[in-house]
């Protein structure tokens, strides 16, 4: 699910960090090393710093990862699953699997990170006056300052009201109370957002134009990714919202090619993987291939699958020896919507679900079919 290297798992959730940490975990605790503590606790050794400014930074990311959590928790409290929480470049996002269904639901989730900051912030500010009074040495004291500092920043940050930060998101709750439109709401708080990354973008520039190259530079990329993010949340609900609309029998794929249990690999790779050039088939209990109204689908067999096996043990192994089982989850009706489908694949991590209607295959969806049916609506203005 992603890029990245996974951790760790916390309430149930898999904590993962993108590529991209690695970067900003760097950057945080060199300027930290260089500069903040230098100037805040003069007068140690170069040691010192750097090894401070790696435990702040990482300090530091663990207070999003508390503040990512409580939205997730707060999610998971109120029905949507939240599985995956990954820290990148900019801070952190919770992966989930549905977006809220009503407005207080919302405001509840968006509320809690922030909260869960203020908590953090309130904390570390008690800690800092109490190393100062039980310690004459200032290393702990000014590391506890730090971190209730940038705790207050990041509440301030997030409560901007531009959507996708949380304040967004709060004024998308207020303005989807107000009106009932979720559409309307989401466009409000994105185009606030946009505002708001060019008022970033334009103060960006005038540090560099001051002569703060590297502020100024943060200041630029930071509002190039809000804007993006804000453009993005909208045209996803768009997405979502023409996704819902449309059926699952009117997107999937009919007449399905499948394969029986006894068939052999060798088989299979032949027969259906180069003649049809599909990357997996459902697997049947029936002797017939192709008929599946006196049987049941098994499993499903993939490239994956094959890869997996010796090209000389191809002859001798059999479908029903390496293909997935078949979860219920897999498993749609015609009369779903699209968008269920697509949030099922993602949240399962698959390319491709069977659609049965009263036990009977009659159909396969990709996130190609629903894709190229995307397409066509686009093309054609619909």
Not at 151 to 163: D, E, K, Q, S, Y
């Amino acid at each position: 699910m992603g890029r990245g290297v996974k951790l760790f798992r916390v309430l149930g959730i898999q904590i993962s960090l993108d590529y991209t940490w690695f970067i900003v975990f760097g950057l945080v605790a060199w300027s930290l090393a260089q500069g903040y503590f230098p100037i805040t606790i003069p007068g140690l050794t170069t040691f010192t710093y750097i090894l401070v400014g790696i435990i702040s930074a990482a300090l530091l990311f663990a207070c999003v990862l508390i503040h990512e959590l409580s939205h997730s928790y707060t999610s998971n409290k109120l029905g949507l699953d939240v599985k995956e929480i990954t820290l990148f470049i900019f801070g952190g996002v919770a992966h989930l699997t549905k977006e809220p269904e009503d407005p207080i639901t919302e405001l509840k989730i968006a509320v809690a990170g922030p909260a869960a900051s203020v908590a953090l912030a309130a904390t570390f500010w008690l800690l800092m006056h109490l190393a100062a009074a039980i310690s004459a040495e200032p290393v702990l004291s000014a590391v506890f300052g730090y971190l209730a500092m940038i705790n207050m920043v990041l509440v301030v940050f997030n409560l901007i009201p531009g959507f996708p930060l949380d304040g967004g998101r709060i004024l998308r709750a207020i303005w989807w109370k107000k009106t009932g439109d979720l559409q309307k709401a989401t466009q409000v708080a994105s185009q606030v957002g946009k505002g708001f990354a060019v008022l970033l973008i334009g103060f960006g520039f005038f540090q560099i134009f001051m002569g703060n190259f590297i502020g100024g530079l943060w200041m630029i990329f930071i509002g190039m990714f809000l804007q993006q993010a804000a453009d993005s949340s909208y045209k996803q609900l768009l997405v979502k919202k023409t996704l819902e609309t449309i059926k699952v029998g009117d997107a999937m794929t009919r007449n399905v090619v499948t394969i029986t249990e006894d068939s052999t690999l060798s088989t299979v790779v032949e027969k259906h993987f180069f003649g049809y050039h599909f990357v997996g088939f459902p697997v049947s209990s029936v002797r017939q291939a192709h008929d599946t109204s006196d049987g049941r689908i098994t499993g499903m067999l993939t490239l994956n699958n094959v890869r997996l096996i010796p090209k000389e043990q191809w002859d001798t192994t059999l479908a029903r020896d390496v293909m997935d089982n078949i979860s219920p989850d897999a498993i749609l009706r015609p009369e779903d919507n699209a968008m269920d489908a697509l949030s099922r694949m993602i949240s399962l991590d698959i390319g491709r679900l069977l659609v049965m209607d009263n036990g009977k295959l009659v159909g396969i969806i990709t996130r190609r079919d629903i894709m190229k049916l995307m397409e066509f609506k686009a093309d054609l203005g619909v």
